[in-house]
């Protein structure tokens, strides 16, 4: 199926960028400054956009309720930070994540897949799991990273049905940036009592950075999303681990070890039998 192929690329290239946001938020000192800088930065980026693109007329309510999830998973997502290695957390959140959209989209709502695409899947979230064998993840990073998984697969059923109800992609694409941007720094500020701005003043530019990143990896998952089904295209959005270990590794110093070797096979194994179906 042409537009699968296509979407497919779309998604294996947005893992692997979305990747790189994360290491930037990781590594900075204020990770809360970092993601209000992130989310901030790519709102006021596409907000003239908004000129350009149509309204996004029977999508309101799908945006309403990304922006509030995509608050919740940020928030989530910075407190696993916080307490665990990148190695260790990442894997986590991203391994729950494309098992628990598989369950809610193909179980719950329907969508049709087939075996070797169920089996791709599994293998998948498996292997990512796989790779924090050996790696120590405290009690309460660990249920942050679980719950970050399960604030990405809802907004990722969300967001799928968002982008096909839109009047376009691009409609769902701009407006959702808008909303998250201003949802996000809200939250943060107030939580801080204004104190995120300060903070972010001090790493701007790489928050910048990361909100430019984010436009690209996240809108080429939306557009995905519009082409083909969610489960397959969500699971394989989670090749970009093989990007994250490569980053954790040579630029953040942290150990390599047979499981993650394993789970990067697990992960390349399962892409492969989701693309070949």
């Known amino acids: 199926m042409p537009s699968f192929g296509f979407a497919a690329l779309l998604m294996i290239a947005s893992g692997s960028i979305h990747a790189v946001v994360n290491a930037i938020v990781k590594g900075g000192r204020d990770k809360m400054a970092g993601r209000a800088l992130t989310d901030g930065s790519s709102a006021i980026i596409l907000l003239p956009a908004t000129l350009f693109v149509p309204a996004p007329a029977g999508a309101w309510g799908w945006l309403a309720a990304s922006g509030l999830l995509h608050a919740f998973y940020l928030w989530a997502l910075i407190r696993a930070y916080q307490l665990g290695d990148l190695s260790a957390v990442y894997p986590v959140l991203r391994g729950t994540a494309p098992l628990v959209t598989a369950v809610v989209t193909l179980g719950v709502l329907g969508e049709p897949a087939d075996a070797q695409e169920i089996a791709g899947i599994a293998l998948v979230g498996a292997a990512i799991f796989a790779m924090i064998a050996g ?139 989701i693309l070949t179906a």
Do not use: C, N
Request: hydrophobic letters at 60%.
């Open 135 to 273: 790696r120590h993840l405290g009690r309460a990073a660990f249920g942050w990273a679980l719950a970050t998984g399960l604030f990405i697969a809802s907004y990722t059923v969300i967001d799928a049905h968002g982008v096909r109800a839109a009047p376009s992609p691009s409609s769902y694409i701009v407006w959702l940036f808008v909303v998250m941007g201003a949802v996000v720094v809200a939250m943060f500020a107030a939580a801080t009592r204004g104190a995120v701005f300060a903070a972010a003043v001090r790493q701007w530019k790489p928050g910048v950075i990361a909100g430019a990143l984010s436009i690209v990896t996240y809108g080429m998952a939306l557009w995905a999303f519009a082409l083909g089904p969610t489960a397959p295209l969500a699971a394989l959005r989670e090749t970009g681990m093989v990007t994250a270990l490569v980053i954790s590794i040579v630029f953040l110093k942290e150990r390599a070890t047979i499981g993650r070797a394993i789970g990067v096979f697990g992960i390349l194994g399962g892409a492969a039998l």
